[in-house]
């Protein structure tokens, strides 16, 4: 699924009543297939993008053109649903969209055996480890075979090992898959580690400051000199953009 | 999930388990003897005898009927009180839960009835409603001159039940649905749910510990606002008025009885709730 959109732009009221500008004019197009990483420091707007995507909010301006398909969401950690096991987390987007319940149930088990949840299927959420809980989610997400998956955050609250295991496993789950994929991180390894393509994000208001597709070859080595030196080069970029002044008083 | 999580109590030996659940009977038991040494024959009957009261549950006690059946009278009003103030007071919670509107058309009233106490109520219905039992409601006239449990049931006092029972159940159900966390609700949104599907699957369960806590509450409040109700006019029947009449009669012996009783199904209430919520796992939802 293609993705183009122009000019938008989100402003939000602060208490005060005074009203600032979180997120562009920004114009991005997105190509069927591809994994975009969305890399920024926290409140750049790369958030409320995604939840302007997903239609959980309205841009005050500008235009979206999606090509019509299924929608995948993952959200950051303590999404899932704590009353449901493991299986009926994952069940819920095909049975909210009126899927015969034994399809749900095959379509479930699949998922949870590329996860690895499979015997842990009966399990609640709050029985399971963070990283479990994340490979639940990113299940839940997959599960109706989106045709775009946005993830936002969804392994930031992970130790690192478990985050590393977490991205290999997306990864090699959407080459598999022909989803175009927005994953929003503020994590630079990881952005490196998973995109084709990298967008950064600065802050007030959102907006982009480097946009480049990846030219490292796959299977991605973390320590070869090819990645280390695009990792270098981004952190750069984020040096640059995160003034510390700027940090401090936010 | 009971495998992973380890025992609480280092020793279990049948011994520590004896000594634990007879530590919370020491209590109890100094105050039985209290009770015992404090009493005579003449002001304050001693256990004995209310315990002797308490062994013929079916005997008829000052020609109002035996302490099964008074018991049962008040338990049966309590019942269909509560299952008026949940039948209303679920959707009605629910819906000023979810919605700003209707909240606010109705918080004044809510606000204002809440703290007023049912007993406060009480001549009101009576005026209201007269002695009218449910025997007539339900047009069983011939019941009307033999013992039957419908000729106990006034209207009047399952008004004010419900009346007290209805809040508690509102005003959780309320708080239940307002503190279901948003993130829930969206991400049902965005996984393709509607808002039927939203409602059921993911509001519901999600404000389910709460309002089961509502109704504990208003079993609770229930029962103690029938003890007082029974002893005010409007009524000859009941535990609570069995209660006032053996004081007026001054058998002591019958009173304490009925204290006893009250107590013990007050206990009841509340425990059993309790463990009925865990058990049914709805508190899981808890968790959040």
């Given at each position: 699924?293609?993705?183009?959109?122009t000019?938008?732009?989100?402003?939000?009221?602060?208490?005060?009543?005074?009203?600032?500008?979180?997120?562009?004019?920004?114009?991005?197009?997105?190509?069927?297939?591809?994994?975009?990483?969305?890399?920024?420091?926290?409140?750049c707007?790369?958030?409320?993008?995604?939840?302007?995507?997903?239609?959980?909010?309205?841009?005050?301006?500008?235009?979206?053109?999606?090509?019509?398909?299924?929608?995948?969401?993952?959200?950051?950690?303590?999404?899932?649903?704590?009353?449901?096991?493991?299986?009926?987390?994952?069940?819920?987007?095909?049975?909210?969209?009126?899927?015969?319940?034994?399809?749900?149930?095959?379509?479930?088990?699949?998922?949870?055996?590329?996860?690895?949840l499979?015997?842990?299927?009966?399990?609640?959420?709050?029985?399971?480890?963070?990283?479990?809980?994340?490979?639940?989610?990113?299940?839940?997400?997959?599960?109706?075979?989106?045709?775009?998956?946005?993830?936002?955050?969804?392994?930031a609250?992970?130790?690192?090992?478990?985050?590393?295991?977490?991205?290999?496993?997306l990864?090699?789950?959407?080459?598999?898959?022909?989803?175009?994929?927005?994953?929003?991180?503020?994590?630079?390894?990881?952005?490196?580690?998973?995109?084709?393509?990298?967008?950064?994000m600065?802050?007030r208001?959102?907006?982009?400051?480097?946009?480049?597709?990846?030219?490292?070859?796959?299977?991605?080595?973390?320590?070869?000199?090819?990645?280390?030196?695009?990792?270098?080069?981004?952190?750069q970029?984020?040096e640059?953009?995160?003034?510390?002044?700027?940090?401090?008083?936010? | 999930?009971?495998?992973?999580?380890?025992?609480?109590?280092?020793?279990?030996?049948?011994w520590?388990?004896?000594?634990?659940i007879?530590?919370?009977?020491?209590?109890?038991?100094?105050?039985?003897?209290?009770?015992?040494?404090?009493?005579?024959?003449?002001?304050?009957?001693?256990?004995?005898?209310?315990?002797?009261?308490?062994?013929?549950?079916?005997?008829?006690?000052?020609?109002?009927?035996?302490?099964?059946?008074?018991t049962?009278?008040?338990?049966?009003?309590?019942?269909?009180?509560?299952?008026?103030?949940?039948?209303?007071?679920?959707?009605?919670?629910?819906?000023?839960?979810?919605?700003?509107?209707?909240?606010?058309?109705?918080?004044?009233?809510?606000?204002?009835?809440?703290?007023?106490?049912?007993?406060?109520?009480?001549?009101?219905?009576?005026?209201?409603?007269?002695?009218?039992?449910?025997?007539?409601?339900?047009?069983?006239?011939?019941?009307?001159y033999?013992?039957?449990?419908?000729?106990?049931?006034?209207?009047?006092?399952?008004?004010?039940?419900?009346?007290?029972?209805?809040?508690?159940?509102?005003?959780?159900?309320?708080?239940?649905?307002?503190?279901?966390?948003?993130?829930?609700?969206?991400?049902?949104?965005?996984?393709?749910?509607?808002?039927?599907?939203?409602?059921?699957?993911?509001?519901?369960?999600?404000?389910?510990?709460?309002v089961?806590?509502?109704?504990?509450?208003?079993?609770?409040?229930?029962?103690?606002?029938?003890?007082?109700?029974?002893?005010?006019?409007?009524?000859?029947?009941?535990?609570?008025?069995?209660?006032?009449?053996?004081?007026?009669?001054?058998?002591?012996?019958?009173?304490?009885?009925?204290?006893?009783?009250?107590?013990?199904?007050?206990?009841?209430?509340?425990?059993?709730?309790?463990?009925?919520?865990?058990?049914?796992?709805?508190?899981?939802?808890?968790?959040?």
């Amino acid at each position: 699924m293609s993705l183009v959109f122009t000019g938008i732009q989100k402003s939000y009221r602060d208490p005060s009543g005074k009203s600032f500008n979180v997120l562009g004019p920004m114009d991005l197009r997105v190509d069927t297939g591809e994994f975009l990483c969305l890399l920024g420091p926290t409140g750049c707007g790369k958030t409320t993008l995604l939840r302007i995507l997903s239609g959980l909010e309205e841009p005050d301006s500008g235009n979206i053109s999606l090509s019509s398909g299924r929608l995948g969401y993952v959200f950051q950690q303590g999404a899932l649903f704590p009353w449901m096991t493991v299986e009926a987390n994952v069940m819920f987007p095909l049975k909210a969209t009126g899927v015969l319940e034994s399809e749900c149930r095959t379509r479930a088990a699949e998922i949870l055996d590329l996860v690895g949840l499979h015997e842990f299927r009966k399990s609640f959420p709050h029985e399971l480890s963070g990283g479990m809980q994340q490979r639940t989610a990113l299940a839940r997400g997959l599960v109706t075979e989106p045709d775009l998956l946005l993830l936002d955050e969804p392994f930031a609250s992970l130790d690192t090992r478990t985050g590393i295991n977490l991205q290999e496993m997306l990864r090699s789950i959407c080459n598999r898959s022909s989803a175009t994929v927005i994953f929003v991180t503020h994590n630079i390894e990881e952005a490196v580690f998973l995109a084709d393509r990298i967008v950064v994000m600065g802050h007030r208001p959102g907006r982009i400051v480097r946009d480049e597709l990846l030219d490292i070859k796959w299977p991605r080595n973390r320590l070869s000199s090819s990645f280390t030196e695009v990792l270098l080069s981004f952190r750069q970029t984020f040096e640059e953009l995160v003034d510390p002044s700027v940090t401090l008083s936010s | 999930m009971d495998g992973l999580t380890p025992s609480r109590v280092k020793e279990s030996g049948p011994w520590q388990k004896l000594s634990r659940i007879l530590s919370g009977f020491i209590l109890p038991a100094l105050i039985l003897a209290l009770w015992y040494l404090l009493s005579d024959n003449t002001l304050l009957p001693g256990p004995g005898r209310a315990l002797d009261v308490l062994s013929h549950p079916s005997r008829d006690l000052l020609s109002c009927g035996s302490l099964f059946w008074n018991t049962a009278v008040s338990l049966i009003r309590v019942l269909l009180g509560l299952f008026i103030a949940i039948l209303l007071g679920t959707p009605l919670g629910f819906m000023m839960g979810a919605s700003e509107r209707f909240r606010r058309f109705s918080s004044v009233v809510t606000e204002l009835a809440r703290p007023l106490s049912p007993i406060a109520l009480l001549p009101l219905s009576i005026i209201i409603f007269k002695d009218t039992s449910f025997t007539e409601v339900l047009g069983l006239d011939h019941l009307k001159y033999s013992r039957n449990i419908l000729n106990e049931l006034q209207v009047g006092m399952v008004f004010i039940l419900a009346w007290g029972g209805v809040f508690p159940v509102i005003l959780e159900t309320m708080h239940g649905v307002r503190s279901v966390r948003k993130v829930y609700i969206e991400a049902a949104r965005v996984l393709g749910a509607g808002r039927l599907f939203i409602f059921k699957h993911v509001l519901f369960p999600a404000a389910l510990p709460d309002v089961f806590a509502g109704y504990r509450m208003a079993v609770g409040r229930c029962w103690m606002v029938i003890i007082a109700a029974e002893m005010l006019p409007g009524t000859n029947s009941g535990i609570g008025y069995l209660l006032r009449y053996s004081y007026q009669l001054s058998r002591l012996d019958v009173m304490l009885a009925c204290i006893l009783i009250i107590a013990v199904i007050g206990f009841i209430f509340s425990r059993g709730l309790e463990y009925a919520g865990e058990k049914w796992l709805i508190l899981r939802s808890r968790e959040r």
